[in-house]
């Protein structure tokens, strides 16, 4: 079995900065894409980051410029470096992993929360 946990959510101040961590456990041979969404009541969960196996990040508008993601792969930990930070990025952020050599190959973490009061 393969387990993610995220880590680093939290309250912060507008314009702050926050790391968040997401690491994975169990029987892996290996990860392609990376990458961390979040989710507000009542709205789809959005893309937020995503790197792919070979270092290549991808970022939508909204956040591009203030969000950072890498990538650890002997830990097998992605991270989001926010900095910036508004009060509509606060939402539920999940991190997700393909994970090579299984089917299902799709994990998500349990979810960090992130509030940025104004």
């Known amino acids: 079995q393969v387990q993610l946990v995220e880590s680093g959510g939290g309250l912060v101040q507008a314009g702050g900065s926050l790391r968040l961590s997401c690491a994975a456990s169990?029987?892996?041979?290996?990860?392609?894409?990376m990458g961390w969404y979040r989710q507000t009541p009542g709205k789809q969960r959005e893309l937020v980051a995503d790197?792919?196996?070979?270092?290549?990040?991808n970022y939508p508008d909204s956040v591009k410029g203030r969000f950072t993601i890498s990538r650890d792969n002997a830990k097998n930990t992605v991270y989001l470096q926010m900095s910036s930070l508004k009060p509509e990025d606060t939402a539920v952020y999940y991190c997700r992993m393909t994970i090579r050599y299984r089917w299902p190959n799709q994990y998500w973490g349990q979810g960090t929360q992130v509030t940025v009061s104004s």
């Open positions: 790197i792919t196996s070979d270092g290549t990040t």
């Open positions: 169990g029987s892996i041979s290996g990860i392609g894409a």
